[in-house]
């Protein structure tokens, strides 16, 4: 399965660039993710919980950053092992380009299974892999930006009293 797609993020390349090799909006980026530890230099660790059709299982991986050019592109590739499930693994090449709002987020996504999984049929996995690719990307943003919608911010106590939350990550780097 192979999708190319890309998103506007309201937020400068290089804080965009900082965001990706963050285990932590990585953990909040990949759907079903229950822990990611590591770094951008020896690669992450996962475990992802699942359920795709019928089958149910949670996934053990690893995530490899590589072919990093700072702050344009990168490669992460992913392997995942999900016992008597089966496996997936599988890659994205990400591209940064600067806009007058932000950054353009560019990516191609290329996954595949094997085991149980494999015998769902390519029209399962395949909308499956999309919905996936589209979830994480989604997640993404929204981590480094905060929620579309201002009424799901979290509400942070300051001294003049509450004030909306704004993409976490964005403020930590700013």
């Not at 590739?77 to 499930?85: D, F, Q, R, S, V």
């Not at 009424?151 to 403020?171: I, Q, S, Y």
């Amino acid at each position: 399965m192979q999708l190319t797609d890309s998103r506007e993020i309201a937020a400068a390349p290089d804080i965009v660039w900082a965001a990706i090799l963050d285990p932590e909006v990585l953990k909040r980026s990949v759907p079903g993710c229950q822990e990611m530890t590591g770094t951008p230099e020896e690669g992450f660790e996962a475990t992802v919980v699942q359920k795709v059709g019928p089958v149910k299982a949670t996934f053990k991986g690893r995530v490899t950053l590589s072919a990093m050019n700072e702050p344009e592109s990168l490669t992460l590739t992913g392997e995942g092992k999900g016992g008597a499930a089966g496996f997936a693994k599988g890659g994205a090449d990400v591209r940064l380009e600067p806009t007058e709002t932000g950054t353009r987020l560019h990516y191609e996504v290329e996954a595949k299974v094997g085991g149980k999984l494999a015998q769902l049929g390519s029209r399962v996995i395949d909308g499956f892999a999309k919905k996936m690719a589209d979830q994480f990307f989604a997640n993404f943003q929204e981590a480094v930006e905060g929620p579309a919608d201002p009424e799901d911010a979290e509400t942070v106590e300051t001294a003049e009293g509450g004030e909306k939350k704004k993409g976490w990550f964005k403020r930590m780097v700013t």
